[in-house]
Antibody
């Protein structure tokens, strides 16, 4: 069965970086893309970006462009989301989801940014 | 960017009711629309993609319709497990924007 398993919760200070992993199984990794979506406490879903696991092409939300890098490792079927220069408003649960149509999701990773 | 709106923002309903949620795109997106259900503390789950195609394992009481700019999610015979927040998302172009969500709670 298709599974996406994310890395554990993180606590970071403002200005630091965080790297969240999303290990996939149960399907051919390179045949699909991965989207990243975040959800601040009590808020709605915010699309962050997408990466093709086939060729590494990416598309990022303008709001975080320049601070985010999405990568994949096809040898381990794992996707990564690296967010830099963290601010308090980056505190959120971060999700990965298989594309197209985000049909399967990871369990979420809580990233807390606090001094 | 394509803006997505949803109405209502919340709805109170009873078990057995029919609930209809509307999603509108700021420009035409053909049928590139998905609906998700999210319960507190859980990841969203895909219900419907391509505006009207039910995802594997989703009960048939859920249905979607629409194309272009106006879309509808209908839940027939509302069940206790359906009380949740529902989001639409356009997949026509980047950025893949979400609607603000509709919370369905118990009357």
């Amino acid at each position: 069965q298709v599974q996406l398993v994310q890395s554990g919760a993180e606590v970071k200070k403002p200005g630091a970086s965080v790297k969240v992993s999303c290990k996939t199984s149960g399907y051919t990794f390179s045949s699909y893309g991965i989207s990243w979506v975040r959800q601040a406490p009590g808020q709605g879903l915010e699309w962050m970006g997408w990466i093709s696991a086939y060729n590494g092409n990416t598309n990022y939300a303008q709001k975080i462009q320049g601070r985010v890098t999405m990568t994949t490792d096809t040898s381990t079927s794992t996707a990564y989301m690296d967010l830099r220069s963290l601010r308090s408003d980056d505190t959120a649960v971060y999700y990965c989801a298989r594309e197209p149509f985000s049909d399967y999701w990871g369990q979420g990773t809580l990233v807390t940014v606090s001094s | 960017d394509i803006q997505m709106t949803q109405s209502p923002s919340s709805v109170s309903a009873s078990v057995g009711d029919r609930v209809t949620i509307t999603c509108r795109a700021s420009q035409g997106i053909s049928s590139w629309l998905a609906w998700y259900q999210q319960k507190p503390g859980k990841a969203p789950k895909l219900l419907i993609y391509a505006a009207s195609t039910l995802h594997t394992g989703v009960p048939s009481r859920f249905s979607g319709s629409g194309s272009g700019t106006d879309f509808t999610l209908t839940i027939n015979n509302l069940q206790p497990e359906d009380f949740a927040t529902y989001y639409c998302q356009q997949a026509n172009s980047f950025p893949r924007t979400f609607g603000p969500g509709t919370k369905v709670d118990i009357k």
